[in-house]
C-alpha cells in the first residue's frame, strides 16, 4: 500500500495557477510510484478562476494585484485542502513553494 500524499495540483500539471499555467514536476513518475496522490489547488477550490490576478498575504489577509480582498475564497480553499487531508487521513503533503496559499 501506498503512502497518501496531499499534492498541489498544479505540480501534476493541472492547469490552476493564476497566469492560466502548471508547474509540471519533472520527477512525478517517480512520486507517482511511491505514493497514492490528492491533488488540491486551494485558490481553485475555494473559488477563484483560472487564470485570475495575481495575489499576494498582507498581514491576515491576501489581496490581489487590483486590489481585491480574496481572504475569504483562500481561506475556504485552504479549509477543503485541510478536509481532504483529514478525511483521507493523510500525513504528508508536497506544496507549490511561493504560492500565496500554498507556500512561503
Given at each position: 500500500?501506498?503512502?497518501?500524499?496531499?499534492?498541489?495540483?498544479?505540480?501534476?500539471?493541472?492547469?490552476?495557477?493564476?497566469?492560466?499555467?502548471?508547474?509540471?514536476?519533472?520527477?512525478?513518475?517517480?512520486?507517482?510510484?511511491?505514493?497514492?496522490?490528492?491533488?488540491?489547488?486551494?485558490?481553485?477550490?475555494?473559488?477563484?478562476?483560472?487564470?485570475?490576478?495575481?495575489?499576494?498575504?498582507?498581514?491576515?489577509?491576501?489581496?490581489s494585484n487590483k486590489g481585491v480582498d480574496v481572504t475569504k475564497e483562500f481561506n475556504l480553499g485552504?479549509?477543503?485542502?485541510?478536509?481532504?487531508?483529514?478525511?483521507?487521513?493523510?500525513?504528508?503533503?508536497?506544496l507549490k513553494e511561493s504560492s500565496p496559499s500554498c507556500?512561503?
Amino acid at each position: 500500500m501506498k503512502t497518501k500524499l496531499l499534492i498541489s495540483a498544479c505540480l501534476c500539471g493541472k492547469n490552476t495557477k493564476y497566469s492560466g499555467g502548471n508547474n509540471l514536476l519533472s520527477r512525478l513518475n517517480e512520486i507517482e510510484e511511491k505514493f497514492d496522490l490528492y491533488l488540491v489547488c486551494p485558490e481553485s477550490d475555494g473559488g477563484l478562476t483560472t487564470p485570475r490576478d495575481p495575489s499576494e498575504q498582507r498581514g491576515n489577509t491576501v489581496v490581489s494585484n487590483k486590489g481585491v480582498d480574496v481572504t475569504k475564497e483562500f481561506n475556504l480553499g485552504a479549509n477543503i485542502a485541510l478536509e481532504v487531508a483529514k478525511k483521507n487521513g493523510i500525513k504528508y503533503a508536497l506544496l507549490k513553494e511561493s504560492s500565496p496559499s500554498c507556500g512561503s
